[in-house]
C-alpha cells in the first residue's frame, strides 16, 4: 500500500503505529459499548496488520447509533464481547502511537472504558497520537477569507470590513450554489442546518438523542435525561436560561421546564 509506505517515510516512528476506527451503541463514552473496531498496524519495519471485528456490546444499539453504522442488534448478538477479545486486542493496541479520526475526543477515551471493563489499564497518555481530524482542522482554518479562496480562488485583501464581508459572502454563496446541486434545494439546506447526521438534538450539541429521547453532553448531568433533569433539578435549567447558551439550546429548556421534551421529528417543509 503506497499510503502506508508515504506513512513510514515521512514520519518518525519509535513504536508501531495503529490507525483505528470505532463504531458504537451511542455517543457516550460512559454508558455506550464499542460494537465494531477496524484497525490498521503498521510496525517498525514496514510490516502491516489489519483486522475489522465486530462485537457484541451486551447493550442494545440505539437507533440513532445504528442509523449512522448500520449494524443492529441481530449482527452481533452470536459475536463475541469485548471482554472475549479483550488480551487479543491488548497485544495490537498497547504501547503504540495512535492515528485515526477524532480519536482524541472519542475512539481512545471510548477504548479505554472498555479495557478497563475488562480490568487492563489502557494508559495512552503519554504516547504520541495523530489525529487526523485535529490536523486537518488546524492545517484548514474555517474562516471566511479561507473559504473565499476556496470557492472564489480569490484573496479577501479587506477581512472584517463589514460591507466586504458580506460581499465576499455573497460570492462564496454563489460558488457553493454552482459547485453543489443539492444546496439549491431547500429541504437539503434545512437538514444541514439542523443536525443532520441525527445524533444531536440542537446545534450547539449540548443535548444528543438516545432512543428518541434527549440526554445531556455536557456538565455534571452529562449523559442523564433532560426528562429526568428537569424534573429534579430545575435550577439547573433555570441557570442554562441565565447564561451564555444559545437561543435554541435556551427554548428547548424552557420547554423542558413547562414539560415539553424534544421529539425527533421528520424533515420540514420550507
Known sequence: MPE???????????????????????LSVNLD?????????????G???KGD?????????????AAIHGISDEQVKS???????????????????????????????????????????????????????????????RTLAAAYKFYCKKEHAEAHNALADVLVTAQILAGQLKKYKEVRDW?????????ADGRFVDNARKFYWRSGEAYFSFSKYKDRPLAEIAAADPGFLNWILSADFSEETKEIVRKALNGEMPKKAEIKEI
Open 33 to 45: 459499548r464499542i460494537v465494531e473496531i477496524a484497525y490498521l498496524k503498521i510496525g517498525l519495519d
Open 187 to 195: 429541504e437539503f439546506i434545512y437538514k444541514i442546518h439542523h443536525s
Open 79 to 141: 459475536q463475541p464481547t469485548f471482554k472475549d477479545k479483550a488480551v487479543e486486542l491488548w497485544e495490537i493496541f498497547n504501547d503504540c502511537h495512535y492515528s485515526g479520526f477524532n480519536v482524541m475526543a472519542f475512539d481512545l477515551p471510548m477504548l479505554k472504558r472498555e479495557f478497563l471493563r475488562a480490568g487492563l489499564d489502557f494508559n495512552y497518555a503519554q504516547a504520541k497520537i495523530i489525529d487526523a481530524k485535529v490536523i486537518y482542522h488546524f492545517m484548514e482554518p
Open 53 to 65: 471485528l465486530l462485537l457484541n456490546p451486551e447493550t442494545s444499539i440505539s437507533a440513532e447509533a
Open 47 to 49: 510490516s502491516v496488520f
Open 4 to 26: 502506508i509506505e508515504n506513512i513510514i517515510k515521512l514520519i518518525s516512528l519509535d513504536k508501531p503505529l495503529v490507525v483505528f476506527d470505532l463504531e458504537t451503541t451511542g
